[in-house]
């Protein structure tokens, strides 16, 4: 069978991957020019960074059994930051630090898992789950038609036609996955319903060396919720780069506005937290709009499957919001393909 897959990051990769080895031909189209997704890291001429996703755990015997051979290849390793919490309200946050590893981290579950990340990039992991797979970038695909044989995909502004396959799964978060499919799939409503919040992270290199003695800080009370030194994970560069995410409300807030114009404010929050590391002058800040970071709420679906209309979904905001839940939704469509149709 021919399966087009719409979106290159975790989840459509690894169904991509997972069909291809059942002797299916596969097909991704991705809108942007490479692999990852949220996976995603920024390269600038002194540092890169992993401006989305920060780290990926395992809480099931399923994706700690894919997990294990890319451990043993190197292709991941375990990240073991010092993490501290800062609280925004305090006047020297960093001088009045928190205890924190507790404290800091909102999911509990947290400290029961190793924190893994890949190895040189965070796109390194989707980077090899490509391997072999036929990858059309810079492809945003604009709408289904069905056809006798299938499906009809077409692309671009103006819709060029790109072949017919047996089945289509869509990847892409819910409001573009629900622009994208026929109102008679079986789950649109459900899809409909589902929201996402944006991130606004901010991405520097400082022009000098940072003396500060953590690695991840965790913030309360503050539009920034989260820094981390990405220098310091394993198999990256050693000049200083740092990145925060900022949390839902502020993100949110300023989610239309350009983010050059937010560049001055979280720069500014960011020395302020870490009170004055990271100086005036900087080699590079830029800032990043990440519109569908995480879902809103606990959906537990897994994926969506229209058999009759050969349409399925995927993608981690069917489960939760994780990397393991990206992989864990395309299994769960894999294994009702597979058990069913192919």
Known sequence: MRFAIIGAGMAGLSLASMLRQSGQTVEVFEKSRGVGGRMSTRHTPYASIDHGCQFLGSRTPEFEKFLEPLLEMGLLETWTPRIIHLNGER????????????????????????????????????????TDVNIRFSTRITHLCPSRSGWEVYAGDHNEALGWYDWVIVTAPPAQAGELLPGYFKHLAEIKKIGMNPCIAILVVPSRPLDLDFDVAEISNSILNWIALNHKKPGRGEHPALIGHCDFRYSNQVLEQNPEDLKEQLITEMNRLLGGAIGSDCHEVSVHRWRYAQSDGNNQAGCYVDRCHRLAVAGDWCLGGRVEDAWLSANKTYQILSNTLI
């Open 91 to 130: 006047k020297n946050p960093l001088k009045q630090m928190e205890p924190g590893l507790e404290r800091c981290l909102k999911d509990a579950a947290l400290l029961m898992e190793e924190m893994l990340v890949p190895v040189g990039d965070m796109n390194a992991l989707c980077k090899y789950l490509a």
